[in-house]
């Protein structure tokens, strides 16, 4: 009997994820990218559930995602993982060939990554999340905002929300999710910030959203990793001591406005206290 092909992708997902299940989330590689690059940057001390990751899925598409899974550290790993093995095992699948509809394998995605964060939570586990398919070839980023805070969009023109479009990963079973596509004209940059960045706060203030695209506004740095550098550190300009609080992570998608490869006017010196794309504690 065949299967149908969700069906077959659930089965392999299943038969895969239990050979393959690693003691901890793995390492990300971060995808080099024709005429544009990506990098997260995240405070170093590890107290929540944030996790991000990158994958290559085709010639000219690359998946990126931001996920803000609620609860202590030790509470989440077991879900990161899973949630992780989703991700790579079930995407490639969704996003084969050359006729697949690229909305669609990103909703079905979501949908899976819902399903794995339910079953393995044993229940309710609200997860925020902004996942994003890159196409290098006509500069498009198809996304799904899940309850996540709105991604920051910033070009010549000023900076656009790309707000959410649906509720957090991890509620329903049943949650829809939709897909949506912006552009990023050559020297646009995509920002991307978890909670922890929203909610710091200071003498009864949040840094909020606002904080976060003032800060991009005026960042002057040329490179993703320096912009999220420049995001975290305005952040903790913003709190007047190192972020404790919550795990506090930035995303940064940039297209180069030419073919070369920008300069970055930073000094290049990696402060202690942040740790690189993909490494998780």
């Known amino acids: 009997m065949t299967l149908p092909p969700a069906d077959l992708l659930r089965s392999l997902f299943r038969r895969r994820a239990t050979a393959l299940r690693p003691a901890d989330p793995r390492h990300s590689d971060v995808p080099l990218l024709r005429s544009a690059e990506i990098a997260a940057v995240y405070h170093s001390q590890r107290v929540a559930g944030d ?13 990126f995602g931001l ?5 202590r550290r030790e509470d989440t790993r077991e879900i990161l993982i899973a949630a992780q093995n989703t991700f790579r095992i079930l995407a490639p699948k969704l996003f084969a060939g050359k006729d697949f509809n690229e909305a669609e394998a990103m909703v079905g995605l979501c949908h899976e990554a819902n399903r794995t964060i339910l079953q393995v939570a044993g229940g309710i586990r609200s997860c925020p999340a902004f996942i994003g398919c890159y196409n290098e070839d006509l500069g498009t980023v198809c996304y799904v905002n899940a309850g996540h805070p709105p991604a920051l969009l910033r070009d010549d023109s000023g900076i656009t929300k790309l707000e959410a479009s649906g509720l957090p990963l991890g509620i329903f079973s049943h949650a829809t999710q939709s897909a949506s596509t912006c552009g990023l004209v050559p020297g646009a940059a995509l920002l991307l910030v978890s909670r922890g960045v929203i909610e710091a706060e200071h003498n009864d203030q949040e840094f909020g959203l606002e904080g976060a695209k003032k800060s991009f506004q005026g960042a002057s740095a040329l490179s993703a990793q320096d912009l999220c550098l420049e995001i975290l550190q305005s952040a903790e300009q ?8 919550n795990d506090v992570t930035a995303l940064v998608l940039l297209r180069y406005r030419d073919a070369g490869r920008p300069r970055s006017r930073s000094s290049g010196r990696k402060p202690l206290l942040y740790g690189r794309a993909g490494k998780i504690k």
């Open 51 to 63: 996790f991000y990751e990158f994958l290559r899925v085709g010639p000219s598409r690359v998946l």
């Open 238 to 245: 913003f709190l007047e001591a190192a972020p404790t609080h």
């Open 67 to 71: 996920f803000d899974l609620a609860g």
